[in-house]
């Protein structure tokens, strides 16, 4: 299994999975949220197309996360998979798409990959976020959250590369230019993940397995690479190097477990 993302931020999110099994490749994208052409070239980055996609997957119905998820799913054929309340939002319950309503703690199978979604605190209808296992490693994604769970904590123990939302720093969003209604919002519980709560929910889990770890849907406005990065290492006790940062234009490239 490996994992790589188009971009990660407010203007956009998009994480590729692909799992391999003798002859047989799956991949799918969670999360859409930009424009389809835009879609295609940075799948192009990778060396992909759109048809190569077997299912999109989708966190909640922001904007920066469904996106084109819609137009992919009607032009190509792409089985899209999300919450009721989700598709409900977005009206991919009226669409004419293939659309597969996803349940909270109950797992899928999407060719070679095992799809268990999760239920989140934020604000939306009814979000979820996704672990995702070949049978022989798990990937973790937390991103879109305002606190911690019990059972966020429970679910992402365990996994082999975890890709964790690191979206403000506390100080630089209370200078910040933002209204002060914003500002609750994001930093409320049902928002984002500061830098040290993002590190307090890394601490919580069990490490033992994890080998890559990503900071993800960093604020360009309210946070830098650099103190995410210097948040989360600090529990694992490795470089800051060691921690891979998703940004908003480039994403990151293939990490491999």
Not at 1 to 12: I, K, Q, V
Request: include cysteine; hydrophobic fraction near 45%; proline fraction near 3%.
């Amino acid at each position: 299994m490996r994992f790589a993302s188009l971009g990660s931020g407010s203007e956009g999110n998009a994480l590729l999975v692909e799992a391999q099994c003798g002859t047989t490749t799956t991949r799918v994208l969670l999360d859409c949220g930009f424009s389809a052409k835009e879609v295609e070239r940075r799948l192009g980055r990778l060396g992909l197309r759109i048809d190569d996609l077997d299912a999109i997957l989708i966190t909640h119905e922001h904007t920066d996360h469904i996106g084109s998820a819609l137009t992919l799913g009607r032009k190509w054929s792409i089985p899209l998979h999300m919450s009721w309340g989700t598709a409900r939002a977005v009206g991919a319950d009226e669409a004419p798409v293939d659309l597969h309503v996803l349940w909270g703690d109950e797992s899928v199978a999407i060719g070679n990959l095992s799809v268990l979604p999760y239920t989140v605190p934020h604000d939306a209808r009814e979000p979820l976020q996704y672990v995702f296992s070949d049978g022989a490693s798990r990937l973790g994604v937390l991103t879109d959250v305002g606190v911690s769970t019990p059972h966020i904590t429970s679910t992402l123990s365990g996994c082999d590369a975890l890709v964790l939302e690191s979206n403000h720093d506390l100080q630089m969003l209370a200078t910040s230019r933002y209204p002060a209604s914003l500002k609750a919002r994001i930093g409320g519980m049902h928002g984002h993940l500061n830098n040290d709560a993002a590190a307090g929910i890394l601490a919580a889990l069990d490490r033992s397995k994890l080998r890559h770890l990503v900071a993800a849907h960093l604020s360009q406005q309210n946070n830098l690479p650099h103190l995410a990065q210097a948040a989360l290492s600090a529990v694992l006790g490795a470089s800051a190097t060691e921690v891979v940062v998703a940004t908003q234009a480039e994403g990151f490239d293939w990490l491999t477990l």
